[in-house]
C-alpha cells in the first residue's frame, strides 16, 4: 500500500484492512526515485492501492507522475470512486455548474500565480483552486487585481469534516474576512467565470463617422477615403468580386476589384503599394455613399 502520511493512513486502513499490509511511503520528495522501483514491483507481478489521507489520489497529488509511470510501462490502472475536494465544493459552491475548469494549486512564485492568472481573465467557465491557509490571503489579492474585487467566489474548506464550511462572498470580502481572521485548513476556491462581453456590430453608420471625421479635420473626400481603404487593407482575405463583407469598425463593404493597387497610409501619408494576393479592394455600399453626402 502506498501512502503520503504514514501516520494517518495507519490509522484509516487498521480497522478495514484484515491481512497486515506493507507501508510504502511515496510523497513530493520521493516521488522519482520510488515511484520508479514502485513500477518495477508491479512490473514483477505484485499489486498495491495508492492512498491519501486528503483528497483523491493523483488530483494535484505526487501520484499523478506515478500513474503516468505505470501508463508508459504498460501496468493497469485502477480507479476506485469516492470523495473529491473540487466536485465535492463545485456542488455546493452556488457557482454555475454546467461547465468549469479545474487549475489546481497556484504556484509559490508571485510571477507565476500572476501569469497564471492572467491567462484566466477572460475564461468564462467556473474555475476551481486548490489553496492552503499560508499563502490564501496572498492568492485572493493576486485574483482581485486581475479579476476586480467584485468577482463572487464561494471558499470551501474542511470539506466533510468536523469544521465544514462554505463562504459564499466576492474576492474584495474574502479579503475582507480573512485579513481580520487568520484562514485555517485547506481550502478550495470556486470562482465565477467572466461575463460574456456583447461585442458592439459595426454598421454603415460607423465608416460614414469615420471619413466624415477626417473630412472635418481638413483632409478632403478622396483622401480620406483613401485612409479607410488603406485601414480595411491590413486585412488579408480571400473574396470574390461583388460579396459583402461586414469588417470590424468599418462596416458593410462589397468587394470591387482583387488587382495591385496602392494604400496610402493615413498617419505618415507615404504611398504603400500592396500586391492583389495580399489585398481586396473595397467600395462602399450605397447606403454608406448617402450618409457621407448628408
Do not use: W
Not at 505505470?70 to 455546493?92: F, H, K, Y
Not at 470580502?173 to 456583447?198: D, M, S
Amino acid at each position: 500500500m502506498i501512502h503520503r502520511n504514514f501516520y494517518r493512513v495507519f490509522r484509516l486502513t487498521a480497522h478495514s484492512v484484515r491481512n497486515p499490509v506493507a507501508l510504502v511511503s511515496y510523497h513530493e520528495h520521493n516521488k522519482r526515485e520510488r515511484g520508479a522501483q514502485l513500477v518495477e514491483r508491479l512490473r514483477a507481478g505484485e499489486s498495491c492501492a495508492l492512498v491519501s489521507d486528503a483528497g483523491t489520489p493523483a488530483i494535484s497529488d505526487p501520484g499523478e507522475d506515478l500513474v503516468k509511470q505505470c501508463a508508459e510501462a504498460g501496468v493497469t490502472v485502477c480507479a476506485i470512486p469516492g470523495p473529491c475536494a473540487a466536485i465535492t465544493a463545485l456542488s455546493i459552491s452556488g457557482q454555475a455548474t454546467g461547465r468549469f475548469c479545474f487549475e489546481g494549486f497556484l504556484s509559490t512564485s508571485k510571477k507565476s500565480r500572476r501569469e497564471h492568472l492572467d491567462s484566466l481573465k477572460k475564461e468564462q467557465r467556473t474555475m476551481i483552486f486548490y489553496e492552503a491557509p499560508h499563502k490564501l490571503l496572498s492568492t485572493l489579492e493576486d485574483m482581485a487585481e486581475v479579476f476586480g474585487e467584485d468577482r463572487p467566489i464561494s471558499l470551501c474548506r474542511e470539506l466533510t469534516k468536523l469544521h465544514e464550511e462554505v463562504v459564499r462572498t466576492t474576492l474584495g470580502g474574502a479579503i475582507a474576512k480573512y485579513t481580520e481572521n487568520a484562514p485555517k485548513g485547506e481550502f478550495v476556491l470556486v470562482l465565477a467565470g467572466a461575463q460574456p462581453v456583447q461585442e458592439e456590430v459595426p454598421t454603415d453608420a460607423d465608416a460614414a463617422a469615420y471619413v466624415s471625421k477626417l473630412m472635418a479635420g481638413g483632409m478632403t473626400r478622396k483622401d480620406a477615403e483613401r485612409c479607410l481603404n488603406a485601414a480595411i487593407d491590413l486585412i488579408t482575405v480571400s473574396l470574390i468580386k461583388g460579396e459583402k463583407v461586414q469588417l470590424s469598425g468599418f462596416g458593410t463593404y462589397e468587394v470591387k476589384a482583387r488587382k495591385d493597387r496602392v494604400g496610402r497610409n493615413p498617419v505618415t501619408r507615404e504611398s504603400v503599394k500592396i500586391p492583389a494576393k495580399n489585398a481586396v479592394t473595397f467600395k462602399p455600399s450605397g447606403s454608406l455613399k448617402e450618409k457621407v453626402e448628408k
